[in-house]
C-alpha cells in the first residue's frame, strides 16, 4: 500500500500565497505522474496541475501564471505553490500519485489520492 500525507492549506487573504506538499510513502517502485486536483462547494473535482517524471507540466488555464507544481523524486514529495490567490481558488485540495508496484507476480499502475486539504482564501 501507499500513503500520501498533504499538507499546507489553510486561510490566506486574496492576493496571498500558500505552498502545498503531498508525501508518498510505502511500497512504491517508482513514482509516475504527480498532480493536484480541487473540487470547489457544490462542484465537481478538476486538475490544478500535473507533472511527469520527467520534470513536464501541465495546469489548468485558470491557474498559469500563478500556481508551480514541482516534485521532489528523492523525497517522493509533489509541491503545489500557489500565489497572488483569489477567492474563486477556494477548494479542497487532493494530491494525486500514479505509482508503480511489485504485486507479484508482475508490475502494476496503480493510482492514489491524498485525504484533501482545504484552502480557504477569503478577507
Known amino acids: 500500500q501507499v500513503q500520501l500525507v498533504e499538507s499546507g492549506g489553510g486561510l490566506v487573504q486574496p492576493g496571498g500565497s500558500l505552498r502545498l506538499s503531498c508525501a508518498a510513502s510505502?511500497?512504491?517502485?517508482?513514482?509516475?505522474?504527480m498532480g493536484w486536483y480541487r473540487q470547489a462547494p457544490g462542484k465537481q473535482r478538476v486538475l490544478v496541475a500535473t507533472i511527469t517524471s520527467g520534470g513536464s507540466t501541465n495546469y489548468a488555464d485558470s491557474v498559469k501564471g500563478r500556481f508551480t507544481i514541482s516534485r521532489d523524486n528523492a523525497k517522493n514529495t509533489v509541491y503545489l505553490q500557489m500565489n497572488s490567490l483569489k477567492p474563486e481558488d477556494t477548494a479542497v485540495y487532493t494530491c494525486?500519485?500514479?505509482?508503480?508496484?511489485?504485486?507479484?507476480?508482475?508490475?502494476?499502475?496503480?493510482?492514489?489520492w491524498g485525504q484533501g486539504t482545504q484552502v480557504t482564501v477569503s478577507s
Open positions: 510505502g511500497s512504491i517502485f517508482s513514482i509516475n505522474g
Open positions: 494525486n500519485v500514479q505509482c508503480t508496484q511489485w504485486v507479484p507476480p508482475k508490475m502494476v499502475l496503480k493510482d492514489y
